[in-house]
Nanobody
Framework: QVQLVESGGGLVQPGGSLRLSCTASGFTLGGYAIAWFRQAPGKEREGVSCISSHDGSTKYADSVKGRFTISRDNAKNTAYLQMASLKPEDTAVYYC???????????????????WGQGTQVTVSS
């Protein structure tokens, strides 16, 4: 059974950091592009970042560029999203997703990815 499980969410003060993890089971994550998405209450799900399976190239939304870092450890079948300098507007449920995409991680839009985790809540508040 293909499964993705996110962890690492929580409550953090503005300016703080969190590292989210996305662990795969039932398949080898190394052959998949991985993306992180987030969805705030009343808003559409938006792509945050992605990393390709081909060469590890990455993409970031402008809103998180310079603050978030996506990475992967294929040996651990896990991907990460390191988040720093967090802002209240980063508050959302964060989802990881995986898909077999050739050469790149696409445009990290939800319809490109077919395997999803259940999400983890990130709340940035003082």
């Amino acid at each position: 059974q293909v499964q993705l499980v996110e962890s690492g969410g929580g409550l953090v003060q503005p300016g703080g950091s969190l590292r989210l993890s996305c662990t795969a089971s039932g398949f080898t994550l190394g052959g998949y592009a991985i993306a992180w998405f987030r969805q705030a209450p009343g808003k559409e799900r938006e792509g945050v970042s992605c990393i390709s399976s081909h060469d590890g190239s990455t993409k970031y939304a402008d809103s998180v560029k310079g603050r978030f870092t996506i990475s992967r450890d294929n040996a651990k079948n896990t991907a990460y999203l390191q988040m720093a300098s967090l802002k209240p507007e980063d508050t959302a449920v964060y989802y990881c997703a995986a898909e077999r995409l050739a050469l790149s991680c696409g445009n990290y839009t939800p319809h490109e990815y077919g395997n999803w985790g259940q999400g983890t809540q990130v709340t940035v508040s003082s």
